[in-house]
């Protein structure tokens, strides 16, 4: 298996521009989580869907973030605008059966840098 | 709230030495615990899985053990090696209503040295 499956793995923008992150997760993985690294924060979780719906976005910061889950097999993470404070590195995770039974496994991140 | 504690932050180890990484939580209602192993610049990768039922989970040199009741984790490593040199998180995830949330620690980085 390929794993779950990111892109892009680096991404440098500036402020007030759209960025879309994207994820793929395992085959067969019917839940998925959006994590934010930073170094002061640890990992933060901004969205956890199960089956494709999203069930609890109270971790996303701001209106200025969204989050898609179209199909079983792709997700993406939207900010818009972004603001130097949204650098951070960002992991989707997937995980079998119901999310709160299942191991979790790890993209390995998108590392965004907001100028 | 369930919190999470890592101690020490780093631990540096000269290779072929026992270690054991320590977690602690406060609050016992778990449903399972996780560690994970991070590499820099790199994605977390599950090392173990311990259900609230069980005690203990192994793998090749790896053994995590789980306490509830004096709300504990360890990893044990046994013969270190260089390429043991990471960031190491445990993770759990509580009983109740959003047990899918991962509480994560802030982790231990070891450093093996050759």
């Known amino acids: 298996d390929a794993g779950v499956i990111q892109s892009p793995r680096h991404e440098v923008t500036e402020m007030g521009q759209e960025v879309t992150l994207r994820c793929k997760p395992i085959s067969g993985h019917n839940s998925l989580f959006w994590y934010r690294q930073t170094m002061m924060r640890g990992l933060e979780l901004l969205i956890y869907f199960n089956n494709n719906v999203p069930i609890d976005d109270s971790g996303m910061p701001e209106d200025r973030f969204s989050a898609k889950m179209p199909n079983a097999s792709f997700s993406t993470l939207k900010i818009q605008p972004s603001e130097p404070r949204d650098s951070a590195v960002y992991f989707c995770a997937s995980s079998p059966l119901r999310g709160d039974t299942g191991e979790l496994f790890f993209g390995e991140g998108s590392r965004l840098t907001v100028l | ?114």
């Open chain 2, 1 to 114: 709230k369930q919190e999470v504690t890592q101690i020490p932050a780093a631990l540096s180890v000269p290779e072929g030495e026992n270690l054991v990484l320590n977690c602690s939580f406060t609050d016992s209602a778990i449903y399972n615990l996780q560690w994970f192993r991070q590499d820099p610049g790199k994605g977390l990768t599950s090392l173990l899985l311990i259900q609230s039922s069980q005690r203990e989970q192994t793998s090749g040199r790896l053994n995590a053990s789980l306490d509830k009741s004096s709300g504990r984790s360890t990893l044990y490593i046994a013969a270190s090696q260089p390429g043991d040199s990471a960031t190491y998180l445990c993770a759990l995830r509580s009983s109740g209503g959003s047990n899918y949330k991962l509480t994560f620690g802030k982790g231990t980085l070891l450093t093996v040295n050759p």
